[in-house]
């Protein structure tokens, strides 16, 4: 069982940065897939990034990609999501996510691959 608590939300203008943290229980992080969702309102949960387990492996959404970073700390059972350039329509609540697996280069970006999920933080980004 592995418990998921995401921080790092806020208000933002349109250009500025914010960093997500996602912070694991458990001492087998380290054998875990992560992903970051958001979901906006009125909208469907959409992927915006993953990482394999030891972090060498990360894929990105077209939406996001060169604007956002995921990055993981094993030793503190932590992946990161820096986002950078953010716009408005960033706005969304977003939703850290973890996968057992047992291949370290592997990543996933679809919302049943996961088993686990936090609560949510939400980013707003004004224009």
């Known amino acids: 069982q592995v418990q998921l608590v995401e921080s790092g939300g806020g208000l933002v203008q349109a250009g500025g940065s914010l960093r997500l943290s996602c912070a694991a229980s458990g001492r087998t992080f380290s054998s875990y897939a992560m992903g970051w969702f958001r979901q906006a309102p009125g909208k469907e949960r959409e992927f915006v990034s993953a990482?394999?387990?030891?972090?060498?492996?990360?894929y990105y959404a077209d939406s996001v990609k060169g604007r956002f970073t995921i990055s993981r700390d094993n030793a503190k059972n932590t992946v990161y999501l820096q986002m950078n350039s953010l716009k408005p329509e960033d706005t969304a609540g977003y939703y850290c996510?973890?996968?057992?697996?047992?291949?370290?280069?592997?990543?996933?970006?679809?919302?049943?691959?996961?088993?686990?999920w936090g609560q949510g933080t939400q980013v707003t980004v004004s224009s």
């Open positions: 996510a973890a996968k057992w697996i047992f291949a370290s280069g592997s990543y996933y970006d679809t919302e049943p691959s996961y088993d686990y």
């Open positions: 990482s394999s387990s030891s972090g060498r492996n990360t």
